[in-house]
């Protein structure tokens, strides 16, 4: 039996469920934005990466399996990204993001909720996008 750290709590149990949260909530506000992003990812079993780095050392790296949109699954410890996108072909991007960045991201739900793109231009600053070989 694996045990979880505290930033493996953060990500696979808290960021996780904030994030489907946020999903449900702009499929309420904006059903066709989701609907076209479901129908170009479904059935293509693509991977997001995420790490989380705390003080500057890797604090976690995670792998999300996606439906669609939807995460099915995390994996702790790897970062094995994969986006089938139907022009550029296969992109491995991850997001590099501080632990207590994430954190915050997460106790600002109300205003993600309210008004998704202007909370992500706040934190974009504190966010890197890589992608792997």
């Not at 149990?13 to 989701?34: C, M, Q, S, T």
């Not at 059935?43 to 399996?65: C, E, L, P, R, W």
């Amino acid at each position: 039996m694996t045990v979880m750290t505290d930033t493996d709590k953060l990500v696979i149990e808290e960021f996780v469920a904030f994030r489907e949260r946020l999903i449900d909530g702009l499929r309420n506000k904006h059903p066709y934005v989701l609907s076209i992003a479901d129908n170009i990812l479904a059935g293509k079993q693509n991977k997001m990466s995420m790490q989380i780095v705390d003080g500057g050392q890797i604090a976690g790296q995670y792998t999300f399996h996606l439906d669609g949109v939807r995460i099915t699954n995390a994996d702790s410890g790897k970062l094995e990204s994969e986006i089938h996108h139907p022009f550029l072909g296969i992109v491995k991007p991850y997001v590099i993001v501080e632990r207590n960045t994430l954190k915050n991201i997460i106790s600002d739900e109300a205003a993600f909720s309210a008004d998704l793109f202007a909370a992500i231009a706040k934190y974009l600053p504190e966010i890197t996008v890589k992608f792997m070989r």
